[in-house]
Protein backbone atom coordinates (compact mmCIF):
# COMPACT_ATOMS: atom_id res chain seq x y z
CA UNK A 1 0.00 0.00 0.00
CA UNK A 2 2.89 2.68 0.92
CA UNK A 3 4.82 1.54 -2.46
CA UNK A 4 6.45 4.25 -4.43
CA UNK A 5 5.95 4.69 -7.97
CA UNK A 6 7.51 7.96 -9.59
CA UNK A 7 10.09 9.46 -11.28
CA UNK A 8 11.78 11.03 -8.53
CA UNK A 9 11.97 7.99 -6.12
CA UNK A 10 14.58 9.48 -3.97
CA UNK A 11 12.41 12.81 -3.68
CA UNK A 12 9.29 10.86 -3.14
CA UNK A 13 11.09 8.81 -0.49
CA UNK A 14 12.90 11.70 1.36
CA UNK A 15 9.06 13.25 1.75
CA UNK A 16 7.86 10.05 3.24
CA UNK A 17 10.43 9.70 5.77
CA UNK A 18 10.25 13.28 6.69
CA UNK A 19 6.66 13.29 7.27
CA UNK A 20 6.90 9.88 9.43
CA UNK A 21 10.00 11.44 11.56
CA UNK A 22 8.23 14.57 12.04
CA UNK A 23 5.03 12.51 13.22
CA UNK A 24 7.42 10.12 15.24
CA UNK A 25 6.98 7.58 13.57
CA UNK A 26 10.59 7.04 13.82
CA UNK A 27 11.33 8.07 17.23
CA UNK A 28 14.45 10.35 17.94
CA UNK A 29 18.11 7.91 18.17
CA UNK A 30 16.12 5.27 16.61
CA UNK A 31 18.52 3.34 13.83
CA UNK A 32 16.80 3.68 9.82
CA UNK A 33 17.22 -0.24 8.70
CA UNK A 34 17.95 0.27 4.93
CA UNK A 35 16.77 -2.93 3.81
CA UNK A 36 13.47 -2.66 5.86
CA UNK A 37 12.56 0.84 4.59
CA UNK A 38 13.26 0.35 1.20
CA UNK A 39 11.02 -2.77 1.13
CA UNK A 40 8.55 -0.96 2.76
CA UNK A 41 8.81 1.58 -0.08
CA UNK A 42 9.17 -0.81 -2.66
CA UNK A 43 12.49 0.99 -3.80
CA UNK A 44 16.30 -0.21 -4.57
CA UNK A 45 19.07 1.12 -1.79
CA UNK A 46 20.29 3.98 -4.31
CA UNK A 47 17.08 6.52 -4.15
CA UNK A 48 16.86 5.51 -0.47
CA UNK A 49 20.54 6.64 -0.03
CA UNK A 50 20.04 9.95 -1.59
CA UNK A 51 16.66 10.54 0.45
CA UNK A 52 18.73 9.89 3.52
CA UNK A 53 21.14 12.59 2.40
CA UNK A 54 18.93 14.97 1.91
CA UNK A 55 17.34 14.58 5.56
CA UNK A 56 20.96 14.69 6.88
CA UNK A 57 21.22 17.63 5.02
CA UNK A 58 17.97 18.87 6.94
CA UNK A 59 19.43 17.92 10.18
CA UNK A 60 16.93 15.57 10.62
CA UNK A 61 19.43 12.01 10.61
CA UNK A 62 22.58 11.51 10.96
CA UNK A 63 25.02 9.50 9.34
CA UNK A 64 27.49 7.39 12.00
CA UNK A 65 30.26 6.27 10.42
CA UNK A 66 30.55 1.94 10.58
CA UNK A 67 26.87 2.25 12.43
CA UNK A 68 24.24 3.70 9.30
CA UNK A 69 21.30 6.66 9.75
CA UNK A 70 20.17 7.42 12.83
CA UNK A 71 17.23 9.58 13.42
CA UNK A 72 18.95 12.78 15.18
CA UNK A 73 18.20 13.77 18.73
CA UNK A 74 17.39 16.91 19.70
CA UNK A 75 17.41 18.54 23.29
CA UNK A 76 14.85 21.15 24.47
CA UNK A 77 17.90 24.13 24.58
CA UNK A 78 18.31 23.17 20.58
CA UNK A 79 14.55 23.65 19.84
CA UNK A 80 14.26 27.07 21.72
CA UNK A 81 17.37 28.35 19.77
CA UNK A 82 15.21 27.29 16.52
CA UNK A 83 12.24 28.54 17.40
CA UNK A 84 13.47 31.88 18.13
CA UNK A 85 14.97 31.60 14.97
CA UNK A 86 11.66 31.09 13.23
CA UNK A 87 10.39 33.81 14.80
CA UNK A 88 12.58 36.36 13.62
CA UNK A 89 12.66 34.86 9.80
CA UNK A 90 9.24 33.99 9.84
CA UNK A 91 7.52 37.97 11.22
CA UNK A 92 9.93 39.13 8.32
CA UNK A 93 8.50 36.59 6.12
CA UNK A 94 4.57 37.38 7.31
CA UNK A 95 5.00 41.48 6.59
CA UNK A 96 6.25 40.83 3.18
CA UNK A 97 3.32 38.11 1.97
CA UNK A 98 1.18 40.48 3.01
CA UNK A 99 2.26 42.95 1.10
CA UNK A 100 2.68 41.13 -2.33
CA UNK A 101 0.46 37.74 -2.22
CA UNK A 102 -1.75 37.35 -4.86
CA UNK A 103 -5.10 35.97 -4.67
CA UNK A 104 -4.55 32.71 -5.82
CA UNK A 105 -1.48 31.90 -3.46
CA UNK A 106 -4.08 33.61 -0.27
CA UNK A 107 -6.63 30.66 -1.60
CA UNK A 108 -3.82 28.12 -0.82
CA UNK A 109 -3.14 29.12 2.33
CA UNK A 110 -6.87 29.03 2.99
CA UNK A 111 -7.00 26.02 1.76
CA UNK A 112 -4.11 24.39 3.70
CA UNK A 113 -6.45 24.45 7.25
CA UNK A 114 -9.76 23.81 5.75
CA UNK A 115 -10.23 20.61 6.11
CA UNK A 116 -9.59 20.77 10.03
CA UNK A 117 -12.21 23.78 10.53
CA UNK A 118 -14.97 22.97 12.77
CA UNK A 119 -13.47 19.09 13.34
CA UNK A 120 -14.09 17.76 16.93
CA UNK A 121 -11.20 15.47 16.03
CA UNK A 122 -7.86 16.61 13.94
CA UNK A 123 -5.73 14.06 12.08
CA UNK A 124 -2.82 14.98 13.84
CA UNK A 125 -0.47 13.67 10.93
CA UNK A 126 -2.19 15.75 8.25
CA UNK A 127 -2.22 18.70 10.46
CA UNK A 128 1.86 18.46 10.82
CA UNK A 129 2.00 18.54 6.76
CA UNK A 130 -0.70 21.22 6.67
CA UNK A 131 1.12 23.35 9.50
CA UNK A 132 4.64 23.10 7.72
CA UNK A 133 3.13 23.67 4.37
CA UNK A 134 2.00 27.02 5.93
CA UNK A 135 5.08 28.20 7.27
CA UNK A 136 7.16 27.01 4.03
CA UNK A 137 4.69 29.14 2.01
CA UNK A 138 4.70 32.02 4.23
CA UNK A 139 9.07 32.02 3.41
CA UNK A 140 8.26 31.25 -0.17
CA UNK A 141 5.49 33.78 -1.24
CA UNK A 142 7.30 36.37 0.54
CA UNK A 143 9.75 37.06 -2.38
CA UNK A 144 12.90 37.31 -0.29
CA UNK A 145 15.55 35.86 -2.16
CA UNK A 146 17.90 35.10 0.81
CA UNK A 147 15.15 33.49 2.89
CA UNK A 148 14.02 31.11 -0.43
CA UNK A 149 17.61 30.24 -0.58
CA UNK A 150 19.20 29.99 2.34
CA UNK A 151 19.42 26.27 3.20
CA UNK A 152 19.69 27.21 6.94
CA UNK A 153 15.89 28.73 7.10
CA UNK A 154 14.46 25.12 5.84
CA UNK A 155 16.86 23.44 8.02
CA UNK A 156 15.38 25.60 11.30
CA UNK A 157 11.58 24.94 10.05
CA UNK A 158 12.26 21.29 10.28
CA UNK A 159 14.25 20.64 13.26
CA UNK A 160 11.01 22.68 15.07
CA UNK A 161 8.92 19.74 14.06
CA UNK A 162 11.17 17.19 15.77
CA UNK A 163 8.91 16.27 18.74
CA UNK A 164 5.61 16.70 16.70
CA UNK A 165 3.55 19.19 17.74
CA UNK A 166 4.16 21.37 21.06
CA UNK A 167 0.97 22.59 21.04
CA UNK A 168 -2.23 20.91 20.09
CA UNK A 169 -3.93 21.83 17.13
CA UNK A 170 -6.97 23.09 18.44
CA UNK A 171 -4.86 26.03 20.48
CA UNK A 172 -2.85 26.99 17.13
CA UNK A 173 -5.37 26.32 14.30
CA UNK A 174 -7.33 29.66 15.12
CA UNK A 175 -3.38 31.46 15.16
CA UNK A 176 -2.96 29.93 11.82
CA UNK A 177 -6.15 31.35 10.49
CA UNK A 178 -5.50 34.75 12.46
CA UNK A 179 -2.23 35.00 10.60
CA UNK A 180 -3.64 34.15 6.88
CA UNK A 181 -6.70 37.11 7.79
CA UNK A 182 -3.92 39.66 8.36
CA UNK A 183 -2.38 38.42 5.22
CA UNK A 184 -5.38 38.82 3.54
CA UNK A 185 -6.06 42.46 4.79
CA UNK A 186 -2.85 43.29 3.80
CA UNK A 187 -2.06 44.12 7.42
CA UNK A 188 2.17 43.60 7.16
CA UNK A 189 2.35 44.59 9.97
CA UNK A 190 -0.38 43.13 12.31
CA UNK A 191 0.73 39.98 10.36
CA UNK A 192 4.15 39.68 11.38
CA UNK A 193 2.99 40.78 15.14
CA UNK A 194 0.97 37.39 14.92
CA UNK A 195 3.68 35.42 13.60
CA UNK A 196 5.93 36.61 15.93
CA UNK A 197 3.63 35.91 18.54
CA UNK A 198 2.70 32.11 17.56
CA UNK A 199 6.42 31.72 17.59
CA UNK A 200 6.90 32.92 21.51
CA UNK A 201 3.79 31.05 22.98
CA UNK A 202 5.76 27.84 21.91
CA UNK A 203 8.79 29.51 23.01
CA UNK A 204 7.36 29.59 26.13
CA UNK A 205 6.21 26.33 26.90
CA UNK A 206 10.08 25.14 25.65
CA UNK A 207 11.42 27.65 28.58
CA UNK A 208 8.54 25.69 31.11
CA UNK A 209 10.26 22.34 30.20
CA UNK A 210 13.75 23.14 30.36
CA UNK A 211 13.25 24.71 33.91
CA UNK A 212 12.03 21.77 34.77
CA UNK A 213 14.56 19.55 33.65
Known amino acids: MMKIEHTDLSFEVYKRLKTMILANEFQPGEKLVQEQIAALFGVSRMPLHKAFQMLENEMLVENLPRRGFYVTEIDNAKLLDAFECREALEGIAARRTARIISERELEDLRALFKPFVGKKKIDFKKYIEADQAFHNAV ?43 AIANRDAALAEKLMREHSVKTQELIRDKIRKE
Open 139 to 181: LQISGNQILQKFEVVKNITSQTYRGGLIRKPEETLPEHLAIIE
